[in-house]
């Protein structure tokens, strides 16, 4: 059985620094990645690592802050956030891909999803 556990998320300042993590089980991925989704919005790619490491271009919103990074001997996925911002809160979600040559920024990509952990920012 496939399990996406995510953790790490909580109520920081503006300015700080949180590390989420996700570890998954019952197979490995061809590619890994963190999305969010804010009150009132959509669900947006943030960030997301194939199995050899590269990672896909970061959005406007978060790049030169938001860091992704994969270990694929503990089978998870990391996303240290810098610098963070009150209009990063969100609940953030991992998702893991089967196939390879996916489109990363799509949430129809990604076969599996973890129940979301929340960042909270206050200003």
């Known amino acids: 059985q496939v399990q996406l556990v995510e953790s790490g998320g909580g109520l920081v300042q503006a300015g700080g620094s949180l590390r989420l993590s996700c570890a998954a089980s019952?197979?490995?991925?061809?590619?890994m990645g963190w999305f969010r989704q804010a009150p009132g919005k959509e669900r947006e790619f943030v960030a997301a690592?194939?199995?050899?490491?590269?990672?896909?271009n970061y959005p406007d919103s978060v790049k030169g802050r938001f860091t992704i990074s994969r270990d694929n001997a503990k089978n998870t996925v990391y996303l240290r956030m810098n610098s963070l911002k009150p209009e990063d809160t969100a609940i953030y979600y991992c998702?893991?891909?089967?196939?390879?040559?996916?489109?990363?920024?799509?949430?129809?990509?990604?076969?599996?999803w973890g129940q979301g952990t929340q960042v909270t920012v206050s200003s």
């Open positions: 019952g197979r490995t991925f061809s590619a």
């Open positions: 690592s194939t199995k050899s490491g590269s990672s896909a």
């Open positions: 998702a893991a891909a089967q196939r390879y040559f996916i489109n990363y920024y799509k949430t129809d990509s990604y076969d599996y």
